[in-house]
């Protein structure tokens, strides 16, 4: 039997989740009609339970980001529509079924949103932008879970000046913190477990094992945002996370040069055919300017950009090359803590990813508040 461009994107919509709802959006029925003419122009029909929902946009872009690497789509159109009172019902009794037979737990809150930095190659910067990101987030008074996934180049110790010895309680490992402005960060790291000098010669299903530890053993119960720290390329590392964690959005982080661009490119194709969203660019080391004020494209210009034109995401910021960034990281003092310049890029990004990007469910769901209205009304009547 012959697949069509419609059965293609179908199918493919079935790995886009309600970000709050955690189920497919076909599972649920909210995708009403999927079309795709004969000249590679697709039309999706999505309905939602209320026309002005908040994660509209996130939806939108969820869709047209699955629906572009379909084969046979070049173009993709989404129409946004609210439910009939019979359909919504119908969806909130999917949604509790779904809730029901969920996959296994995490201590992480089903309505914190989790972040994962990745690049495709090393050098451009990554997990400097995880810490400083980390403590952007925590400096408005949120308690940030920090996850140092980069099992065998672990640097987030140093850069976040946190080191001690991790504990257990009640079986599950316990994260460092250190308070940041209003807020703080949990931190978990290998760094913790073994020598800044000791190299590790893990592999295959050992480094899984240990990312999944990270996760399902620890407590991150209280934090309200998560941000994890990747290892560069699509390796062991990036594939256990994609299948432990399947609410997470990656951030790429490039520099302006085509190099790291391309191979950029391939970390964010990964995510995509892993049903993981690309939740946006950021390049790294844009620009350095002296003393003198002059500006100096060092390792070229607008590779961000063009990165984010291609993957069809926004460009959250082009970060510059600044002495002030690396000096932190040495001392264990991000400079989205101290430095005004820094701390106003990264406090953008913070912004964005909480008030559109990445915001967290409970605080602007939709979904949710209606299924949790519904039950209460129940209960009043009972």
């Given at each position: 039997?012959?697949?069509?461009?419609?059965?293609?994107?179908?199918?493919?919509?079935?790995?886009?989740?309600?970000?709050?709802?955690?189920?497919?959006?076909?599972?649920?029925?909210?995708?009403?009609?999927?079309?795709?003419?004969?000249?590679?122009?697709?039309?999706?029909?999505v309905a939602?339970?209320?026309?002005?929902?908040?994660?509209?946009?996130?939806?939108?872009?969820?869709?047209?980001?699955?629906?572009?690497?379909?084969?046979?789509?070049?173009?993709?159109?989404?129409?946004?529509?609210?439910?009939?009172?019979?359909?919504?019902?119908?969806?909130?009794?999917?949604?509790?079924?779904?809730?029901?037979?969920?996959?296994?737990?995490?201590?992480?809150?089903?309505?914190?949103?989790?972040?994962?930095?990745?690049?495709?190659?090393?050098?451009?910067?990554?997990?400097?932008?995880?810490?400083?990101?980390?403590?952007?987030?925590?400096?408005?008074?949120?308690?940030?879970?920090?996850?140092?996934?980069?099992?065998?180049?672990f640097s987030l110790p140093r850069l976040l000046g946190v080191s001690g010895q991790v504990e257990a309680r009640a079986g599950r490992m316990i994260p460092l913190e250190r308070p940041v402005g209003a807020g703080r960060l949990k931190v978990l790291s290998m760094g913790f477990l073994a020598e800044e000098e000791q190299a590790l010669l893990w592999r295959g299903l050992i480094v899984q094992r240990a990312v999944q530890q990270f996760v399902h053993d620890a407590d991150w119960s209280?934090?309200?945002?998560?941000?994890?720290d990747t290892p560069p390329?699509?390796?062991?590392?990036?594939?256990?996370?994609?299948?432990?964690?399947?609410?997470?959005?990656?951030?790429?982080?490039?520099?302006?040069?085509?190099?790291?661009?391309?191979?950029?490119?391939?970390?964010?194709?990964?995510?995509?055919?892993?049903?993981?969203?690309?939740?946006?660019?950021?390049?790294?080391?844009?620009?350095?300017t002296c003393d003198c004020g002059e500006t100096h494209a060092i390792f070229g210009a607008g590779g961000g950009e063009s990165l984010a034109e291609e993957l069809r995401v926004p460009l959250l910021a082009s970060i510059p090359l600044r002495r002030e960034v690396s000096h932190g990281g040495d001392v264990g003092k991000p400079a989205a803590s101290n430095d005004p310049v820094s701390a106003e890029i990264f406090d953008a990004i913070a912004e964005r990813l909480v008030t559109d990007i990445a915001p967290p469910i409970g605080a602007v769901g939709c979904s949710a508040r209606l299924l949790h209205a519904v039950e209460e009304a129940v209960r009043q009547a009972d």
């Open positions: 039997m012959t697949t069509t461009p419609a059965d293609a994107l179908r199918e493919r919509l079935s790995g886009v989740l309600d970000p709050e709802l955690g189920a497919s959006i076909v599972d649920l029925g909210m995708v009403q009609t999927v079309s795709v003419s004969v000249d590679g122009d697709a039309v999706v029909d939602l339970t209320i026309a002005s929902c908040p994660l509209r946009g996130q939806i939108e872009r969820d869709v047209k980001e699955a629906a572009l690497v379909v084969d046979g789509v070049r173009s993709i159109e989404v129409r946004v529509t609210a439910m009939e009172p019979t359909a919504r019902a119908e969806l909130l009794q999917r949604a509790r079924r779904f809730a029901q037979d969920r996959a296994e737990e995490t201590t992480i809150p089903v309505a914190t949103p989790v972040i994962a930095l990745t690049s495709g190659k090393g050098g451009v910067g990554k997990s400097s932008v995880a810490a400083n990101l980390a403590v952007a987030l925590a400096r408005s008074g949120r308690t940030v879970g920090v996850l140092d996934a980069d099992i065998w180049g209280d934090v309200e945002y998560m941000v994890i390329g699509t390796g062991d590392i990036a594939m256990a996370l994609a299948r432990i964690l399947p609410q997470t959005g990656h951030l790429i982080v490039t520099t302006p040069a085509i190099a790291a661009q391309r191979v950029a490119a391939r970390a964010a194709d990964f995510a995509r055919r892993s049903n993981v969203r690309v939740l946006g660019v950021i390049e790294n080391m844009s620009a350095f």
